[in-house]
């Protein structure tokens, strides 16, 4: 039995959808980040997932973070608001922005992972 041949699919469609990069259709991650094993429409073994690294989280670390100071700097500038203001905003402001940038860049990771074939390399 032959394996079916499985058309070529935007990494950026699916990766930031959460989809598997081979077929579309099956998810991509088991739980909120971690990766699911293999996809349950076309079986592609993620296994190759694991070569994300902390790549999307200093990326996530990096662009969050100047965001949300960005607007702590343009609330104190703007209001001049108490402490107990920027701790009900801030406090779960930033783990929203990272957590949800988090899953879209390592999606997106992936998906450029499985398209251009990357893998680590190797001493000959």
Known sequence: MSKPDYP????????LSGRCPRCGKGRMFKGLLQ???TCEVCGLDMKFANETG???????TLFAGFFVLGLVLWMELTWQPSVWVYVLVFAPL????????LRLLKGLLIALLYVNKAEQGRLQ
């Open 94 to 101: 930033t783990p929203l922005i990272c957590v949800g940038a």
């Open 35 to 37: 990766i699911a094993p």
């Open 54 to 60: 902390d790549g999307p989280a200093v990326f996530v």
């Open 8 to 15: 070529l699919k935007s990494p950026y469609a699916t990766g």
